[in-house]
């Protein structure tokens, strides 16, 4: 890692948003916490030094292959009918049902499309950088970014999910 950039302000600056990233990238909160670990002790342990303008994309793309690798680990399925141990007011527990519903929509979509939505809805990273990130090109990353919005939109209004296609992937 380079001198130029101290782990602990790494970690302090972008922690959350690799774990918001590996959450929604792998839907699982346990596995995302395990991600987000690993991540930086990857980056900690780099050989390579670690540009201060491309660290986001750096640490995004860590956990993205991360994810890739723990796709054979264990996953149970949540009982649906479990109750809810907060107390809450009944438009809580709406945000949490569409909440829970938007990432069961994103699960199912292709992980290159989450993860290029991901990184540019959530994180606002450049496409050029999302690009380089998912090993696409521009055009692709903007495609895919677009592409994965118009599905997200259209399920809000319809049900089952039409996968977009991967035309102009590489």
């Not at 780099?46 to 996953?75: D, M, Q």
């Not at 450049?126 to 690009?131: G, L, N, R, S």
């Not at 696409?136 to 903007?142: G, N, Q």
């Amino acid at each position: 890692m380079g001198d130029d950039l101290d782990f602990d302000a790494l970690y302090a600056r972008y922690a959350r948003d690799v774990f918001r990233f590996a959450t929604y990238l792998c839907g699982n909160r346990s596995d995302a916490e395990d991600i987000t670990a690993e991540t930086f002790v990857r980056a900690w342990t780099a050989p390579e030094r670690i540009e201060a303008v491309t660290v986001k994309g750096y640490l995004f793309t860590i956990a993205r292959n991360l994810k890739g690798i723990r796709r054979t680990s264990r996953h149970t399925d949540l009982r649906e009918d479990l109750p809810d141990p907060s107390p809450g007011h009944p438009s809580r527990l709406e945000q949490q049902a569409e909440l829970d519903a938007v990432l069961a929509r994103l699960q199912t979509l292709p992980e290159v499309d989450r993860a290029a939505l991901l990184m540019r809805a959530l994180d606002g990273l450049p496409y050029q950088e999302i690009a380089i990130a998912l090993g696409i090109s521009l055009s692709s990353a903007k495609v895919k970014v677009h592409r994965t919005r118009a599905v997200l939109m259209k399920l809000r209004t319809s049900g089952p999910i039409a996968q977009p296609s991967n035309e102009g992937s590489r």
